[in-house]
């Protein structure tokens, strides 16, 4: 496999070229183009394992269903994911974020890295997608906290709004939830209010994620709640 | 005539340096800058030329023609959106997706083409404008410009096309099966066939318009 993420930093897209023995998969929406012997299918975005028995399937099915919902509900991410394959040598696939900005990528050998919903752009099969909810404050809040677990062996690509700045934890770290892209295990989080629970809700400020430990964290330079909420009383009412 | 593409890719503009008595034929609003002895002169093509271009292609009524008069003079030139321009030196025919049209050599002549019913669903600009004749032509894009080399089959969604060669054919459907249309989030493709070039964008409009709309308080 071959990749090459072109046009950085503000209106990146990822170019893939694979083969029969490779798959892709990638958020839904994100295709801009491939070649014609490329094969797309749809499925549910909530990962978990395909080795389940009948009665797994069966919960594995609805919990996926639910979660996809919530995640809806809370203006994440899309439901589905699309699995691209290919019956020649090989193929090219572009791939490109709805929301403008930078794609980054990142090789896996058997680690995990926690990847905030709206910022999984795309990753090969040998990677594992398993949703994380995170957290019940958050959500009330009306930020959609929700993380993909990626692991496994293989590439995975995020992609930003704006640019991607790395942060080195080692100790005490807080960053805006919004702004936050991606994140290593090794470090222990805890959705944070600033003045309390109650003007968190009613403010919409001041909502963040204390991280704790040693390793690294990806945040984006903008977040698309604040452009449009320095946009829209710009914007003519009628 | 003299074209040179600046701030390319996020926020590319066109500076044109003309010869005294040259024109360039610019879509309406799209000048930002130009010499004083630069003379404006708008025109629709024809009344009922401009008129289907404005209701089908989805761009401007009227078109601009900068002329330089007595000297040499310069006309800067910018889209609306975000993103690259592209100056594509054409001999035939070019479609271009309606809003991605920013000028031309003069002696290009613009009409509209109809994409097909299919593009009545997509809600991503439904007509093409159609350039024939010789010169240059500038075309923008939302995001950045790729080009691609078609020979045999090409797919790619429809809301990402701003520009092919007529040499190349093209057919509007939905991406694979009836799952995939309905949630695949990909709406419709186009399924490019022949041999000839093809410009995509980076970015997709219609969709990028959507999640800011998702995000806006809704307008009364």
């Known amino acids: ?238 | 005539m003299d074209i040179k593409i600046a701030h390319q890719p996020s926020y590319a503009m066109a500076v044109c340096n003309l010869e005294e008595g040259e024109s360039i034929k610019a879509e309406s609003g799209a000048m930002l800058s130009m010499s004083s002895n630069v003379d404006i002169a708008t025109s629709s093509g024809g009344v009922f030329k401009g008129l289907k271009k404005a209701l089908l292609g989805g761009e401007s009524f009227f078109t601009n023609v900068f002329t330089a008069k007595d000297a040499p003079g310069e006309v800067c030139l910018a889209p609306t959106m975000p993103g690259d321009i592209v100056n594509i030196p054409m001999d035939g025919e070019l479609i271009i997706q309606g809003t991605s049209f920013l000028a031309s050599d003069t002696e290009i002549d613009l009409d509209t083409k109809y994409k097909g019913f299919k593009g009545l669903f997509s809600g991503e600009g439904m007509f093409m404008l159609k350039a024939s004749g010789r010169g240059n032509i500038l075309v923008n894009c939302f995001g950045a410009i790729h080009p691609v080399e078609v020979d045999g089959e090409y797919i790619v969604d429809t809301g990402h096309v701003v520009a092919f060669e007529s040499t190349l054919d093209y057919k509007v459907k939905s991406v694979g099966g009836i799952m995939a249309t309905l949630f695949s989030g990909e709406g419709l493709i186009s399924r490019f066939s022949g041999k000839g070039k093809l410009w995509i964008q980076s970015r997709n409009p219609d969709a990028y318009g959507k999640l800011l709309g998702s995000h806006l308080p809704p307008r009364e």
């Not at chain 1, 209106?11 to 012997?37: C, I």
């Not at chain 1, 919990?63 to 919530?70: K, R, Y």
């Not at chain 1, 699995?83 to 974020?97: H, R, W």
């Open chain 1, 1 to 238: 496999m071959k990749h090459e993420v072109l046009y950085k930093p503000s209106y990146a897209m990822l170019k893939v070229d694979f083969g029969t023995n490779e798959s892709l998969q990638a958020e839904a929406g994100a295709l801009v183009s491939m070649s014609p012997e490329v094969d797309v299918t749809t499925s549910l975005n909530a990962g978990g394992k395909k080795d389940r028995g009948f009665i797994g399937k069966i919960f594995a099915f609805f919990f996926s269903i639910l979660v996809a919902f919530m995640r809806k509900i809370v203006g994440g991410e899309s439901m589905f994911v699309n699995t691209f394959t290919t019956s020649a040598d090989s193929s090219e696939v572009l791939l490109a974020p709805t929301v403008t900005g930078d794609i980054e990528h990142h090789q896996l050998n058997g680690n995990t890295i926690m990847v905030q919903a709206g910022s999984y752009l795309a990753s090969t099969s040998g990677i594992e997608l398993k949703m994380k909810f995170g957290g019940f404050q958050a959500w009330l809040s009306g930020e959609g906290l929700f993380f993909l677990q990626c692991s496994g062996e293989g590439d995975l690509w995020i992609n930003s709004y704006g640019g991607i700045h790395i942060i080195e934890v080692d100790g005490e770290y807080d960053v805006d939830t919004g702004h936050l892209v991606a994140f290593e295990p090794s470090l222990e989080y805890q959705v944070k209010t600033t003045g309390g629970f109650k003007s968190t809700m009613l403010s919409g400020e001041g909502l963040s994620i204390g991280f704790k430990g040693t390793g690294k964290v990806w945040v984006q330079t903008r977040k698309l709640d604040g452009f449009t909420g320095w946009i829209s009383p710009l914007l003519p009412k009628s």
